[in-house]
């Protein structure tokens, strides 16, 4: 009986996230043209092409997607910590609140006060700027999504990673090296085929770990 009513409390919230995750894409869906102007503001450009009857519509479904998913991500958290609080004591209780918080005012302070105003368009002149006499870029509709999401997935899941380490501190504390390889074929899957992309994302990510950790162990914070 106890693990039927888990279930259906986890259905329940489920039907929840799935409700507000529709309604969100299709509101954003609904303002499509103005998120398109921001988005060529942003990057300077003037128009986008499209060289498929059909890639400006998914193009814009997946951009819509993916927004709604971001702007779901705090909405998930608040149900899965519901779902799991009554299993926690009262001290574990108060400080996933503060992890839980901090993770959601950081990553949206960062995403749209840096990462979107300043981070996405400086990678995007940064690759321009290779642009010739012979060589001319043309920005497609779907090539600047996939390279908008791409960047921000990659820089959002650096950051994030430090959120994770209350989960296996202690292994990673007398483990380190295991975990840096860990970090190492993670990070060589989302990032170009080069060794220094590789270098530019694990040494701050490491750096940002180790801070972590340190910044914990003074403030003696163990969730």
Partial sequence: MVINYHFKEFFFNFKYFC????STTGIIYLKKQIILDYI??????????????????WTF????????????????????FLFCRPALYKYQEQK????????????????????????IPFIFNFFKNFETNNIEYIPTFYN???????????????????????????????????????????????????????????IPLFIIIESFLLFKKILKFNP
């Fill in 19 to 22: 409700i507000s995750f529709i």
């Fill in 61 to 80: 479904f997946q951009l819509s997607c993916t927004y709604s998913l971001f702007c779901n991500i705090p909405f998930c958290l608040l149900l899965i």
């Fill in 144 to 202: 600047i999504y996939i390279f908008y999401i791409k960047f921000s997935f990659i820089f959002l899941l650096c950051l994030n990673i430090p959120f994770c380490l209350p989960i296996f501190e202690k292994n990673y504390v007398h483990q380190r090296g295991k975990y840096i390889i860990i970090l190492l074929l993670l990070i060589a899957c989302i990032t170009p085929p080069d060794i220094y992309s590789l270098i530019i994302i694990i």
């Fill in 40 to 57: 060529l503001n942003l990057l300077n450009i003037d128009k986008f092409s499209f060289f498929n009857l059909t890639e400006a519509f």
């Fill in 96 to 119: 996933w609140q503060i992890l839980l918080n901090s993770f959601c005012i950081i990553n949206f302070i960062i995403y749209f006060f840096f990462l979107i105003p300043k981070g």
